[in-house]
């Protein structure tokens, strides 16, 4: 495992990267999350409809970890489960909410990004905490409040309230999409809970197969 050679490869995917307003028509939107049991990896991917949010389908898979957990390297662990549970799916989603981050990380290149390079569609980065940038103030106390996350001036994500009274989401898009439209997607797809429904449901669903 030679992490200076992954970096490069995160550098070089990173100059891949299109961030681009959302275009067409978005009708299933999908939430992907892996957690580890036992030295495997479960990844999930569950795709909605949208603008019912009702699920259309789920699909998981089961593969033995090969990598360990180093931060900022957390695609190349998690990706293969991720990759083949999407592969599995039959209803593909316009639209993809990862946990994790997408462009606010040191190399620009999270899970969303990684992701969304694969497969070639529009991805979200949706994470619980800060790994990488900064913000100015507090964030306003308020449903769609939100200040800019960035880096050396250049704007790389935003810290989201989706619910009044609870911690903000930390957002950045991934591919093929803005930061802009991050940040409304993420809040149109926000119900009664902190996280985005694709997310949240995907989590759950993690926790039921484990």
Known sequence: MDLKKLERLQ???KD??????LKGEVSRVAGCDASFPGGMTLGVCVVLGYPSLDVVEVSYSLLKTHFPY???F??????????QAYRNLKHKPDLILVDGQGIAHPRGMGIASHLGIIIG????GVAKSRLFGNF???VPDERGGFVHLKHEGKVIGAVVRTRKGV????VSPGNLITVEDSVKWVLKLTGRYRLPEPVRIADRYSRTLL
């Open 136 to 138: 100015d103030g507090d």
């Open 74 to 83: 957390l695609s190349f662990r998690e990706l293969p489960s991720l990759m």
């Open 121 to 124: 569609k529009p991805v979200i």
């Open 70 to 72: 180093i931060p900022t």
């Open 11 to 13: 550098n070089r995917l």
């Open 16 to 21: 891949r990267l299109t961030f681009l307003p």
């Open 167 to 170: 911690k903000p989401v930390f």
